[in-house]
Each structure stands twice: as C-alpha cells, then as structure tokens.
C-alpha cells in the first residue's frame, strides 16, 4: 500500500501538520504507519476522506469530541448528528447575540437618558393617477416608522391597517432595546393573524409590510414583501430591505438582471406577504443608528418608478423630512404615478 508522508497527506486534506498530530494525540485520526526510528508519521490515501470531513467540521466550529462522536456514526446518523448540533449552535447564537445587543445598548446609553435621541419625521400617502383607491398607509411616530400596501382586492386598505395597527403597541412599550427583535417578531405574527381575520369567501387580502421601532439608538426592522426601506447615512444612499417578489427570486437566481427585473411584467407577483400563504417569513435585524441618519421606508408606489439616484438626491438635498416628503412625492407624480405612493422619511436627532 502506497502510503503518503504528513507533509503531502496534510495538503491533500486541506490541513496542516501540526493539525495532524494533534488529531493522532487525541485517536481522532491515527496515521497508518509510523517510522519507529524517527517518529515520522504515514497516512494511507484511504483516510483522505475522514481528514477532509474533520477539516469540514472544525471550520464550522465543532468541537474535537462531538467530531470524534460524529465521525464514528455512518453518513445518514452522522448527517442528523450534525444538523442536531447546528440546531443547538443556532439557538445559542440567537440567545447570546439578544444579550450582546442588550449589553451595546446599555453601553450606548451609559450617561444619557432615551430621551436624548428622537425621531424627526414626516408621512405622506397619496392616490396615484390611475387609482379610485388606496389601499397604502404611512404611518410615523417617535419610536414607530411603518409602510404597509393592501393587495389583493377591496380588504386591502383594512389588511394593511391591521398590519400597522397591530404594531403600535411597541410604539408606546417600555421594553428594553435587547427585546426589541423578540418584540417584534410576536408583533409581526399577531399582525399577519390580523390580515388574515380580514378574510372572506369572497376576498382574501394580503398587506406588505416594513416598520422600524426605535428604543434610544437602537432600531429593530421588520420586511415583509416589497416595501422598502432606505438609510442616508454621511451622504450615502443605501437599501436595507430586499424585495420579497417573484422577479426578485430570479435575480438571485442569475435568470434575470435587475434591468430585466425593472420591467418584467411580474415585477409586482409578490412571494411574501402578511395573509397570504403558510405562516408568514418576515426578515427582521437590529440595528444601531447615529444621530443625522436619515430613514426612507416607501411603497413600490414611489420605488418602482423613481430611480435610485433621484431619491438620493432628493433626500441629500431636503433639510428637513417634511421637505423631503414633498419632493419624493413629486418624483413619483412626474414619473406617471401609476400606483399609489406612501412614505416617511424621518431624521434621528440628538435634543
């Protein structure tokens, strides 16, 4: 049998030599052979595949004892093994990053008091040209921004005013900033309970949804659908929410370019929505702000049909959200405004 020094046994399993030895000191993988005169240690090409799958596993973080554990079972119990331990790796993350959140805010806010951070903001919702309906709402406070756009038939306007609805509670709760995420994903599931009670044998309305709830400088977003959310943070324009639609799915899939996706005639088939399908995905995050951020949270309304670089411009050269309110509307007048427009624009501000 043709054995392979450690040197070249280590680069075909994508490890190092020391690694190897330290693997053979503890039985998880003893070399074939050793020379008893020097020591040296051979590996037969046979073993290449259990290296490679403890490679695997130490760069996902698992430790030598549950490797050694998982090794030992045959591929299907050593695949639920495996997903039983990320399980437990997932939860554990979820539970200490609530408590590193919790332990930034406290940080935060060491020597200042909630009030000193506020919210600025204006909201507008208009009918667009070739609407006899709105079915969007705006909706802003100090701790709640919040867009929401009924689809699907005349319940619309009531589903997206369930949405919001049933987040104002948090507007006004007084719980600290590391439950924000936890706040809100009870917030989200009570609201898609609410669109769904909207529905009748005759018409079964969806709402999109995107909210931001404020404790301090510290922000929890929820996205569900195609709503959107913008931040203007030091004169540049990012997007913090992706598209819940169909055309959406395809660009992440490679079969479409955005440009494609900007005038497909699915553009507005949403795969995500409050009332609609099983039990509703919302993605949800946590965020802290800095005070001169400058929120957008919009309809497609306004989205579809004003370009990036003009929402930019008309929100770096607004000096208040009321001012930058009536521009963007204006945009989406000027573009034609097929569909209804709603939006809040809201500056965080130190008082």
């Known amino acids: 049998m043709r054995l392979l020094t450690i040197g070249a046994f280590a680069r075909a399993a994508g490890l190092t030599a020391k690694a ?19 020591g040296y240690r051979y590996y037969a090409p046979e073993q290449l595949d259990r290296a490679r799958l ?4 130490r760069r996902a973080g698992m430790p030598l004892a549950e490797i050694r554990a998982v090794c030992a079972l045959p591929p299907p119990a050593a695949a639920e093994a495996l997903d039983a331990w990320w399980r437990r790796v997932s939860a554990d993350t979820v539970a200490r990053g609530r408590a590193v959140a919790l332990l930034v805010d406290q940080l935060t806010e060491r ?22 309906s709105n079915e969007d709402i705006a909706y802003a ?39 924000l995420l936890a706040a809100l994903g009870d ?22 949804l995107t909210a931001i709830v404020r404790r301090g400088t510290r922000l929890a977003l929820v996205h569900v659908g195609d709503t959107r959310a913008y931040l203007l ?8 929410t992706q598209d819940h639609t169909y055309v959406q799915t395809l660009v992440d899939q490679g079969r479409l370019t955005p440009a494609e996706a900007g005038a497909h005639p699915q553009r507005a088939l949403l795969a995500r929505a ?11 995050a946590l965020r802290t702000a800095l005070p001169g951020d400058r929120y957008l949270l919009c309809s497609d309304g306004l989205a579809a049909v004003v370009d990036p670089g003009a929402l930019h411009a008309a929100l770096a050269g607004a000096d208040d959200p009321e001012t930058a309110v009536g521009r963007l509307v204006e945009l989406a007048y000027a573009a034609g405004a097929p569909d209804n427009i709603a939006c809040v624009v809201a500056d965080l501000v130190t008082t």
């Open 111 to 132: 020597g200042t008091t909630m009030s000193e951070h506020t919210f600025r903001y204006a909201a507008r919702c208009e009918t667009g040209t070739v609407r006899d």
């Open 187 to 208: 917030a989200v599931s009570r609201a898609d309970r609410a669109v769904r009670a909207q529905a009748t044998d005759a018409d079964r309305p969806a709402s999109t």
């Open 141 to 179: 406070s100090d701790t709640l921004l919040a867009v929401a756009d009924g689809v699907r038939g005349p319940g619309g306007s009531t589903a997206s005013a369930a949405a919001v609805d049933a987040l104002r509670p948090l507007a006004a709760a007084d719980a600290p900033a590391g439950d």
């Open 54 to 57: 403890i490679a695997a596993l």
């Open 233 to 240: 943070r030091g004169g540049e324009l990012s997007r913090l």
């Open 274 to 284: 409050l009332g609609a399908g099983g039990e509703v995905e919302a993605d949800l």
């Open 20 to 38: 190897l030895r330290v693997y053979d000191d503890c039985g998880l993988l003893p070399p074939a052979a050793v020379d008893p005169h020097s």
